[in-house]
């Protein structure tokens, strides 16, 4: 009896490979999700930094809109500048502020891009605790070299 169960392991590699390729394919969704959340807030830093250079000289290089939706036209994927998909639900949101409530020459003004986004959004947040949704937000802060008459503050 003993000798017969020792050779009838045939199924076994399967049934393991079935209880670890979840967790595997979950792992690689996520590196893969994490490598676009970094490029999202790579593209938001750049942005708020272009909005923050276009700002302080008092150019605004759209021929037609805000300043705003100028810089929000420039993100790098589809997804970034309308939003709409399972990850990226809403579009990049860009702002114009003024830190110091006046915005005469010298003074600050800060540029703020951000974005919600989703991850794995083929797994439920409810089976996660809510823990899937995370902000990518990026600002810049320079000094005003011209009086601001090209936008105004804001969002997009």
């Not at 690689?28 to 272009?50: C, K, P, Q």
């Amino acid at each position: 009896m003993w000798p017969r169960l020792s050779h009838e392991e045939r199924g076994v590699a399967l049934v393991e490979f079935a209880l670890v390729a979840p967790i595997l394919l979950v792992l690689l969704f996520g590196m893969l999700d994490f490598g676009r959340v970094f490029n999202y807030w790579i593209d938001a830093t750049h942005l708020s930094n272009e909005g923050a250079r276009w700002a302080v000289v008092n150019k605004n290089p759209a021929s037609s809109g805000t300043l705003q939706q100028y810089i929000q036209a420039q993100a790098d994927t589809n997804e970034l500048r309308n939003g709409g998909s399972s990850s990226v639900p809403s579009a990049l949101q860009v702002c114009i502020s003024f830190p110091s409530g006046s915005s005469t020459v010298g003074n600050p003004v800060e540029v703020t891009a951000s974005v919600t986004y989703n991850w794995l959004p083929f797994l439920s947040s409810q089976a996660l605790g809510g823990l899937t949704s995370t902000t990518v937000s990026s600002s810049s802060t320079m000094r005003l070299e011209a009086p601001p008459t090209n936008y105004s503050a804001g969002c997009s």
